[in-house]
């Protein structure tokens, strides 16, 4: 009886160790790398280089990914709300080709955005720094903010606050911005939301 007792509990912990979520994991891959938080299945911070300024390969019929060793969102935490799978790394910055292109389908790449924000100033911005890569070497860090206050979903995963953009021409920074994970004030432009460097 004590034997199946003890053979019981080291299995329990066993279980209870290996589905421990992590508050923070490292990851990359060839195009960007950052820091992932499987207790809010979401980015904390991504970053890349511009690679693909003029690209045009084509993102029809690509969707998101999960990751093997990594918890992330999945699907269900973008069904019927206001939240888009928002690109943090965005796929038009590595349209050179299909392969290069599909790497950034991965939930880890994946952030519960705002649609509003997603498809209007946020999509601007990101033709904006790959309008600036043309011309010089750009790279961008994505801090993303969360607060005692962020919304949790049913589906488990946590809503950001906001999304902090920097971003890096020839290895210095130039611009930052500080957008809120909500509607867009209408009729101003990105640069209503640009920030002090820091």
Known sequence: ?????????LLTLTYLTSSAQRDSVKFSNDIFSGIYSEVYQQPLTISY?????????????MDFYN???????DNEDYKNNVWDKGHIAPAA??????????KTFTYLNCALQHQN??????????????????????SIVVDIVFSPNSTKLIT????????????????I???????????TIKGVGYDYYRVCND
Do not use: Q
Request: with cysteine; net charge negative.
């Open 67 to 73: 990751n093997d060793t990594i918890k992330t969102s």
């Open 93 to 102: 910055d590595f349209n050179c080709d299909l392969e290069t292109l599909y």
């Open 1 to 9: 009886m004590v034997t199946k007792t003890i053979i019981t509990l």
């Open 49 to 61: 280089d511009v690679v693909c300024p003029y690209g045009k390969a084509s993102r029809s019929g």
């Open 156 to 171: 488990g995963a946590l809503v950001p606050d906001g999304f902090i953009k920097k971003i890096y021409i020839n290895d």
């Open 173 to 183: 920074i130039k611009e930052s911005y500080y957008f809120p994970n909500s509607p």
């Open 117 to 138: 924000l997603n498809r209007g100033l946020w999509r601007s911005l990101e033709n904006h720094e790959r309008e600036l890569a043309k011309d010089n070497c750009v």
